[in-house]
């Protein structure tokens, strides 16, 4: 059973939970903090990522459609909105002053999915192993497969300054070992999201003529065993 909108938000809320917003005008996701609700049952965010700061206030000019995504046991909650006006002396609490912004309300999150094909979690202890390449790096990252589908691959990353500099369509190589198995390709994210102050979970789109047919034979064993254990799990 879905919780019902309110009780999203509030959890969010309560649990001071990062995500990200995102604007129509140009995808580029921002970090973000859930602070409070506002009178008018709006939200007060604030933006973690400082560098995002002066783009946010061209969105505002805009007056530009944004999207809230946050991450809560293990499901994504979304909801549309647009960026009424900041404050740069916000008080949160009588001790803690931030510069935040004002969603406009209601701020409904619900449950979303960005995926075409069915995905399935990669589970704890599968013997696995994965690390990526951003853009130019000289040096891959070594990551952990958070849940995978014909069509792409979310990892748990480290908060790692590659990782934050990933832009959505951003190019990135992968290699990926399960059970002995060997899948291989390129990909470009179609996320970023902190999950915590150290974790940052990304989603990565493959490029199908990246993956050639031992690694795509490898990647249909990998989906029918994780289709398999989450039957099971059911």
Not at 100 to 108: F, I, K, N, Q
């Amino acid at each position: 059973m879905v919780p019902c909108v309110a009780d999203i938000l509030d959890r969010a809320i309560a649990g001071r939970l990062l995500g990200s917003l995102r604007s129509d005008a140009d995808g580029i996701p921002w970090q973000v903090r859930l602070l409070t609700r506002a009178v008018d049952q709006g939200l007060w965010i604030h933006a973690a990522d400082e560098n995002s700061k002066h783009s946010l206030d061209a969105i505002i000019a805009r007056g530009a459609t944004v999207e809230l995504s946050v991450a809560m046991e293990h499901e994504r909650f979304a909801a549309k909105s647009q960026i009424v006006r900041r404050d740069r002396h916000f008080w949160l609490t009588q001790e803690t002053m931030l510069n935040a912004v004002l969603l406009r309300g209601p701020v409904d999150l619900t449950p979303a999915e960005r995926r075409a094909h069915p995905r399935f979690g990669v589970p704890d202890g599968s013997s696995t192993f994965a690390q990526i390449t951003c853009g130019n790096a000289m040096f891959p990252i070594r990551v952990r497969p958070w849940d995978v589908s014909a069509g792409g691959i979310s990892f748990l990353c480290p908060r790692d300054a590659g990782i934050l500099k990933l832009r959505c369509n951003d190019d990135l190589n992968f290699v990926i070992s399960y059970r002995g198995r060997t899948i291989a390709g390129g990909g470009n994210a179609r996320f970023t999201r902190m999950l915590t102050e150290r974790i940052v979970k990304i989603g990565v789109q493959f490029h199908a003529g990246s993956i050639d047919a031992l690694s795509g034979d490898n990647l249909r064993y990998l989906l029918d065993d994780v289709a398999r254990l989450e039957r099971a799990r059911h």
